[in-house]
């Protein structure tokens, strides 16, 4: 036995295909749930939002980690997508001003945990701009990885 203990986390020697490639399944789970979705339930378009919002931060995580970033550095972003896509932006990640006002709306308002708790809270994203977001993260990252 060793006297050292070493926390080894899930992913921490993912690279940043991997990353995107797991990101790309969330995006398609993401689109596959949005068609569950029924009108005037807004609890039914959470796991769809669950799993964009966490496609995202994939997406941004894989941009991160391509740029030379340790996974540790990351992992300690917690789910701040404002932190994430201020530091993708600073290594070359060109996100336009709309994608990084939302990104920062959703640090402020806490969208990933009142999407997981509170569904059918006022404060979160219209769907056409969380889809509007993802799609334009995963093209931009997949297209600098």
């Known amino acids: ?12 020697t993912a690279t940043a295909v991997e990353v995107v490639a797991v990101a790309d399944e969330y995006r398609l789970s993401a689109s596959l749930l ?3 979705g029924r009108p005037r339930e807004p ?16 997406y941004l995580n894989a941009f991160l980690l391509h740029s030379g970033h340790a996974a540790g550095q990351v992992r ?3 789910h701040n997508l404002a932190a994430r896509a201020d530091l993708a932006c600073e290594f ?18 806490r969208e990933f945990l009142i999407t997981r708790y509170v569904p059918s809270g006022t404060s979160l994203s219209e769907i056409n701009r969380l889809q509007a977001t993802l799609a ?8 600098a990885i």
């Open 1 to 12: 036995m060793n006297d050292q203990t070493h926390t080894c986390y899930p992913g921490e």
């Open 34 to 36: 949005l068609r569950n």
């Open 43 to 58: 609890r039914s378009r959470a796991p769809f939002r669950m799993v964009a919002i966490h496609a995202v931060e994939l």
């Open 76 to 78: 300690g972003l917690q």
């Open 92 to 109: 070359g990640l060109l996100l336009r001003k709309r994608t990084r006002e939302h990104l920062h709306a959703m640090a402020r308002s």
């Open 136 to 143: 334009e993260v995963a093209q931009k990252v997949s297209a």
